[in-house]
């Protein structure tokens, strides 16, 4: 008799392109001004459906995605944390070449039935992607933030991974 072996890839999120939607405010994950260039600041901003609101989630192994943004043509712009910072309230940009540690991504399920997105160097501190604490935080333009997870009914740092191909453009 022959002995069949397989290995199974789990992942949370398949690989494909997304919207990415704050519970908290209804807004996407967006490039500000649409400027494809290496940090770049990532805003939220109402959908309006372009490239630069659409991410392509690639799982790499180990738990980690790379998040591209759809907008990049002829150099690959990936969601990154700046400097690839472990620190509180560290911008998210825009990043390109070598994958590093504040390119790749954990995703997880939450108690609420979000997302949360952790970049690598926001592991030890259990950081996340989050909208900055700022008193306007439902306007367009509120930055994108490595933050700290808190587990409330806040959810500044929790996400909707929204297939694109239900919104029209």
């Known amino acids: ?6 290995t199974l890839k789990v992942t949370e999120v398949p690989n494909g392109t997304y919207f990415i939607k704050s519970k908290l405010t ?9 400027t494809m260039a290496d940090n ?3 805003h939220q901003w109402q959908l309006h459906g372009s490239n630069s609101q659409r991410w392509l989630f690639t799982h ?7 998040v591209k943004s759809q907008r990049s043509d002829n150099t690959a ?19 390109s070449g070598t994958i590093t540690d504040g390119m790749k991504w954990k ?5 609420s039935g979000a997302y949360k997105l952790m970049p690598k160097t ?21 930055k994108i933030r490595q933050r700290d997870y808190v587990q409330d009914d806040n959810f500044k740092d929790e996400w ?10």
């Open 77 to 95: 712009y990936y969601l990154g944390v700046q400097n690839d910072s472990t620190a509180q309230d560290a911008s998210i940009v825009l990043r």
């Open 122 to 142: 926001g592991e030890a501190n259990n950081r996340v992607l989050a909208i900055e604490n700022n008193l306007l935080y439902n306007n367009n333009g509120v």
């Open 26 to 34: 209804d807004k996407m994950v967006d490039i500000e001004n649409q």
């Open 107 to 111: 995703i997880s399920k939450t108690v």
């Open 60 to 66: 790499i192994g180990d738990g980690y995605y790379t």
């Open 40 to 42: 770049t600041l990532i």
């Open 160 to 169: 909707f991974i929204t297939n694109s191909r239900y919104y029209a453009t």
């Open 1 to 6: 008799m022959q002995e069949l072996t397989f």
